[in-house]
């Protein structure tokens, strides 16, 4: 069989339009008409066609390259750069635009809020193509790693100690400058050891800065390269990492927000997640669901509070755990009389509150009748007696664990992971998310908006049929202010 061969001097190898170099159907056309489609006053980005001055790269153009950018995994400003170049797709979505990485860079880090409402807005372009209802929505959360290696956090005592190393060095310093200056000839060597000084100063004013923040934030530990990460334990080990939290609408799997917090667990996230999804939205949810690293009872109430039917597992029904024998549900609670009632009929009485964690602690007013108890040793070891604990909202767990028990409330919690943990999956295996390029809390949340975006374009080219399709629904759309 013959080979075919490649010519590089032949006449033509490019149509002569740049609006040639991609077909109608070709996806980037999709990201095209999304940007295009976006509220650029409410997104803050800087727009001004009748400005002077400096030319300066469209704004437009540089929003529509992140977003194709990001959801082809390529994210580095680099290769970017390179994409400008060499790939036909990203020439006919900058128009020619050649943008050098400074460039690029620069522009991602000076928008960092205006990169974290694209999100916002494409939730609400989904809510407009009526590709969300925001009826029942939920909530999940995954490790991330940040741009800062683990060996790099220091502890308060290591600052203390560098503290220390660092002033008598700067003695040094100064002792040998000042010796230098006395004898005045043959020390070439002075103005090499003013540069020493002056670098130590500079690192014992960085440390002092980082144990101020440990001050300010009541902390025990930090990072020196990117303050705001934290250690967090997962799958890949233990990485200085942010906790990615997203919310995702139920009808069709489409995430509604998404950001990045220090917190190393999602307890107290809960209310947090859903309040900011409601008001991307602009509508109250019917159904909030989470697993049971959600299960917070504080929580979860102000969620409940707002008349939101709250689907979280406890731990004990997340780990199928049977009732033991002697369990605190076996004793019998009064609410009259303010007591537990034990299975042998033995009151245990209020002796003290916790009212930091919220919590009652419940004993028998005579441990000595405890311990005659003929099953002492099985109930409690405790010669004080049986101690039972009681959630200030009790009341409420209870009703959030039969409520979880229901047939309904398991059909909607049987769902989840398939819609909740689905986008984690994209992110991380094919837009190459293993760990964030940007540096901050606000940086880390912009980027994490940019690859929930970019889920939500592939799943909406694909629902709507594709992209001559998607096209066309947003041109349908008001016209952006």
């Given at each position: 069989?013959?080979?075919r061969?490649?010519?590089?001097?032949?006449?033509?190898?490019?149509?002569?339009?740049?609006?040639?170099?991609?077909g109608p159907?070709?996806?980037?056309?999709?990201?095209?008409?999304?940007?295009?489609?976006?509220n650029?006053?409410?997104l803050g980005?800087?727009?001004?066609?009748h400005?002077?001055?400096?030319?300066?790269?469209?704004?437009?153009?540089?929003?529509?390259?992140?977003?194709y950018?990001?959801?082809?995994?390529?994210?580095?400003?680099?290769?970017?750069?390179?994409?400008?170049?060499?790939?036909?797709?990203f020439?006919?979505?900058?128009g020619?635009?050649?943008p050098?990485?400074?460039?690029?860079?620069?522009?991602r880090?000076?928008?960092?809020?205006?990169?974290?409402?694209?999100?916002?807005q494409c939730?609400?372009?989904?809510?407009d193509?009526?590709?969300?209802?925001?009826?029942?929505?939920?909530?999940?959360?995954?490790?991330?790693?940040?741009?800062?290696?683990?060996?790099?956090?220091?502890?308060?005592a290591?600052?203390?100690?560098?503290?220390?190393?660092?002033?008598?060095?700067?003695?040094?310093?100064?002792?040998?400058?000042?010796?230098?200056d006395?004898?005045e000839?043959?020390?070439?060597?002075?103005?090499?050891m003013?540069?020493?000084?002056?670098?130590t100063?500079?690192l014992?004013?960085?440390?002092e800065?980082?144990?101020?923040?440990?001050d300010?934030?009541?902390e025990e530990k930090?990072n020196?390269?990117?303050?705001d990460s934290?250690?967090?334990?997962?799958?890949?080990g233990s990485?200085?990492?942010?906790n990615?939290?997203?919310?995702?609408?139920?009808?069709n799997?489409l995430?509604?927000?998404?950001?990045a917090?220090?917190?190393t667990?999602?307890?107290?996230?809960f209310?947090?997640q859903?309040?900011?999804?409601q008001q991307?939205?602009?509508?109250?949810?019917?159904?909030?669901?989470g697993?049971?690293?959600?299960?917070?009872?504080?929580?979860?109430?102000?969620v409940?509070?707002?008349?939101?039917?709250?689907?979280v597992?406890?731990?004990?029904?997340?780990?199928r755990k049977?009732?033991k024998?002697?369990?605190?549900?076996?004793?019998?609670?009064?609410?009259t009389?303010?007591?537990?009632?034990c299975?042998?009929g033995e009151?245990?009485?209020?002796?003290?509150?916790?009212?930091?964690r919220?919590?009652?602690y419940?004993?028998p007013?005579s441990?000595?009748?405890?311990?005659?108890?003929?099953?002492?040793?099985?109930?409690?070891?405790s010669?004080?007696?049986?101690?039972?604990?009681?959630?200030?909202r009790?009341?409420?767990?209870?009703?959030?664990?039969?409520d979880?028990?229901?047939?309904?409330?398991?059909a909607?919690?049987?769902r989840?992971?398939g819609?909740?943990?689905?986008?984690?999956?994209?992110?991380?295996?094919?837009?190459?998310?293993?760990?964030?390029?940007?540096?901050?809390?606000?940086?880390?949340?912009?980027?994490?908006?940019?690859?929930?975006?970019c889920?939500?374009?592939?799943?909406?080219i694909?629902?709507?049929?594709?992209?001559?399709?998607?096209?066309?629904?947003?041109?349908?759309?008001t016209a952006?202010?």
């Open positions: 069989m013959a080979y061969y490649g010519q590089r001097d032949q006449g033509m190898l490019l149509p002569e339009r740049i609006e040639d170099y991609v159907a070709d996806p980037v056309r999709a990201y095209d008409a999304f940007v295009d489609a976006l650029w006053k409410a980005l800087p727009w001004n066609p400005q002077v001055g400096n030319a300066e790269y469209d704004p437009r153009a540089m929003l529509k390259l992140l977003v950018g990001y959801s082809y995994g390529i994210r580095s400003s680099r290769k970017l750069e390179r994409a400008v170049h060499h790939n036909l797709s020439m006919w979505l900058m020619g635009l050649k050098d990485h400074k460039t690029i860079a620069e522009f880090r000076k928008h960092k809020k205006a990169l974290k409402g694209v999100l916002k939730a609400r372009v989904c809510l193509l009526g590709l969300i209802d925001g009826n029942v929505l939920f909530v999940d959360g995954t490790k991330v790693r940040a741009n800062a290696s683990r060996s790099r956090t220091q502890s308060r290591q600052c203390e100690e560098q503290l220390k190393k660092l002033d008598k060095r700067i003695e040094t310093l100064l002792a040998a400058c000042e010796a230098a006395a004898e000839e043959g020390q070439p060597s002075s103005v090499s003013d540069e020493g000084l002056s670098k100063q500079r014992k004013a960085r440390v800065e980082l144990l101020s923040k440990m300010d934030r009541s930090i020196a390269t990117d303050e934290a250690i967090m334990h997962s799958a890949q990485h200085s990492s942010y990615v939290q997203q919310v995702v609408d139920d009808q799997g995430i509604v927000q998404a950001e917090v220090r917190d667990s999602d307890v107290n996230q209310a947090r859903m309040t900011q999804a991307a939205l602009g509508r109250k949810c019917e159904v909030a669901c697993d049971a690293g959600y299960a917070d009872t504080e929580e979860l109430e102000k409940d509070g707002q008349g939101v039917r709250v689907i597992p406890s731990q004990r029904q997340a780990l049977g009732p024998r002697f369990d605190k549900n076996e004793f019998r609670y009064d609410e009389a303010d007591c537990y009632w299975p042998k009151p245990l009485h209020l002796q003290w509150t916790d009212s930091v919220a919590k009652r419940y004993r007013s441990p000595a009748r405890c311990r005659a108890c003929e099953h002492f040793g099985l109930c409690t070891r010669k004080l007696g049986r101690t039972i604990m009681r959630l200030e009790e009341a409420l767990k209870k009703r959030l664990e039969a979880y028990e229901s047939e309904a409330s398991q909607i919690y049987a989840r992971k819609r909740a943990e689905l986008p984690f999956g994209h992110w991380k295996r094919n837009l190459k998310l293993d760990a964030f390029l940007l540096r901050g809390l606000e940086g880390v949340s912009a980027e994490t908006a940019l690859v929930a975006t889920f939500n374009m592939v799943r909406m694909n629902l709507l049929g594709g992209v001559q399709a998607l096209r066309q629904r947003l041109a349908g759309l952006p202010a």
